[in-house]
């Protein structure tokens, strides 16, 4: 079992909280923000990460990895897989992104997170390293380049057997493609999302995130178009992959289940752990239901696919009538396609906003047209900036029966969630529940 650290005092969460800043800092040289500009040389960020992983004495080495990527459900198979070995009784270590409450959520072995305490030692030992990194050719690692660094020196303390990775953005050229020989590569499905970065067609997507395929390694996909999955076999033969099928029917959480029971079986978990890892599943800011009477839902949907399955789930809810508070992250590009679905299923609208680090809200203003274009004639939508203050109004108003619904980011669930529970609580428990 991970090591137990007594409960972090005041002074080591305000040490944590520096180290996250210091982190947060190298934000502007993201993936995301430089990928535009240095078009013609993508591979500079696997170069930049793997420069910098030899530098701090190749953590990555060693490890079994299964890499996870896809349009939606790679955080939720990610973790079934994880708990699964766990139950198995291996060490393991899991990294995801984005977190939702406080950063300690990307970095996981078995049943806890990292403590505040272990990561701000750890980048403190990183200082050094990113100051030499900055005299490089190569550069200073990005945020999430750095992140993926503390996970891995982290699992490597640990003594972790497994890895599972989830790829932050696209595949191809995202940091966690530095590995070298993952037993498993997955792609949940392929949907539009971050087409600014990985392409404006499924095709060019479904390269992009295909990237993470690698020799010798099983490849599984819930993809079911013929076109792509096309694409995915042509990758497996040209590098010498293990293409194959997995069960692909039912709902998006049927088909997440189905990828994540495959992977579980091929490296050897047995039928009884994977089901009682599967049953210890839960995630933050999925669909999580948080309050009831009324029933106040929290659910990170950022793109057409994950709100697609969020309006699914919203199907088998029983409820008099559905509130939506609704903010969208100023990276998304396609956020009237998000929103479709949704919007018309609303009794009341509330757009707020949200700010963390250089993530920021759209302008409620600029989604109002698009709100308006598909609601229902008698549905009201009006703007309350701060979103305490719009979940206060529903509250306010509704009924037991009713449901209270925040979606269209993971930051705004995850800001919201620190009203159930706050970040000092996930910070001394290691855990979101």
Not at 43 to 61: A, C, V
Not at 177 to 204: M, Q, W, Y
Not at 264 to 291: H, M
Request: charged share 25%; net charge positive; with cysteine.
């Amino acid at each position: 079992m991970p090591k137990k650290f007594p409960p972090p005092t005041k002074a080591e969460i305000l040490r944590f909280r520096e180290a996250l800043a210091f982190i947060e800092g190298f934000s502007n040289i993201s993936f995301r923000k430089n990928y535009g500009r240095k078009k013609r040389n993508p591979e500079l960020f696997i170069r930049r990460t793997r420069r910098f992983l030899n530098l701090i004495g190749s953590p990555d080495k060693d490890f079994k990895f299964i890499h996870v990527t896809g349009t939606a459900g790679k955080g939720t198979v990610s973790t079934m897989v994880h708990n699964a070995l766990v139950s198995e009784g291996k060490r393991v270590g899991l990294f995801t992104s984005p977190y939702t409450t406080t950063a300690i959520e990307k970095i996981k072995v078995n049943n806890l997170y990292i403590s505040p305490v272990e990561f701000a030692q750890l980048v403190k030992n990183l200082i050094p390293f990113v100051a030499k990194a900055k005299r490089s050719p190569a550069g200073t690692p990005s945020t999430f380049e750095l992140f993926l660094a503390i996970a891995l020196l982290y699992f490597k303390k640990m003594k972790c057997e497994w890895v599972v990775l989830e790829a932050g953005l696209g595949g191809r050229y995202d940091a966690t493609n530095v590995i070298k020989s993952p037993r498993v590569t997955a792609i949940t499905n392929i949907d539009f999302d971050h087409t600014e970065i990985l392409g404006k067609t499924l095709r060019e997507i479904a390269t992009d995130k295909g990237g993470i395929i690698k020799k010798g390694s099983f490849f599984l996909t819930t993809e079911t178009r013929p076109r792509l999955l096309t694409i995915f076999k042509s990758l497996c033969r040209f590098k010498g992959g293990k293409f194959m099928k997995v069960r692909n029917r039912g709902s998006y959480r049927d088909k997440n289940l189905s990828l994540a029971r495959k992977i579980a079986q091929i490296i050897g978990v047995s039928e009884r752990n994977i089901k009682q890892g599967f049953e210890q599943t839960i995630l933050p800011c999925r669909f999580e239901r948080v309050s009831q009477s009324p029933t106040v839902i929290l659910d990170g949907a950022h793109n057409r696919a994950k709100m697609r399955s969020a309006v699914t789930n919203l199907t088998e809810l029983k409820y008099k009538k559905l509130f939506v508070i609704l903010a969208i992250s100023n990276n998304n590009k396609d956020s009237k396609a998000i929103i479709k679905p949704l919007i018309p299923l609303a009794d009341e609208i509330v757009l707020t906003s949200f700010s963390r680090g250089d993530h920021n809200s759209i302008d409620s203003k600029d989604i109002l047209p698009k709100v308006k274009h598909f609601k229902r004639k008698e549905t009201r939508v009006s703007i309350i900036e701060d979103m305490n203050e719009a979940l206060n109004y529903f509250l306010a108003k509704s009924d037991p029966e009713d449901c209270v619904l925040v979606t269209g980011s993971f930051f705004l669930a995850g800001q919201m969630r620190k009203r159930w529970y706050p970040e000092d609580l996930v910070l001394k428990k290691r855990k979101s529940f």
